[in-house]
């Protein structure tokens, strides 16, 4: 019976705040497909030039992969390919999920992005970047960061 409240709860308060429109800036459903690497992280071959990429909620790194059903999956494939600025390991922890948008690749009809700290050795201020594994769009490294080398 709690659960059941719960979600009608969750889902009058998605209803809500879930505007009609998309703010999402960065969103292209003709973005190739993601691909997996042995190391199960995600191949990205390209580093944005924009510096609101991923930093910004409306240029979130869109990281659709198969389905939804595991965001947390597809999320340290992504995070888990990057290094710091001079390829330091980093770590990441997830603070919060916020701004609700419109998405038809979710039950709910709304999805939420993920916002993640991601720290280094040596780094004077964490870093938050906001992951979207509702909708696709080209993956790229964000600015400042680089790719891990294995």
Known sequence: MKKIAFFIV????VTSC???KSTLKNVDDNAPDLVL???NTFVINQFAKDKKYGYDPDYPVNIFFQNTNNESLNESRFLNALAG????KITYTKLETCCPFPTKRSNMGAGFLNVYE??????KKPIKLYLNVYEKGILMVPMGLRLKQN
């Open 10 to 13: 969750l889902l009058i308060s």
């Open 18 to 20: 879930v505007s009609t």
């Open 37 to 39: 690497k042995k190391d």
């Open 85 to 88: 600025p001079s390829g330091e």
């Open 118 to 123: 991601l720290k280094w050795e040596g780094q």
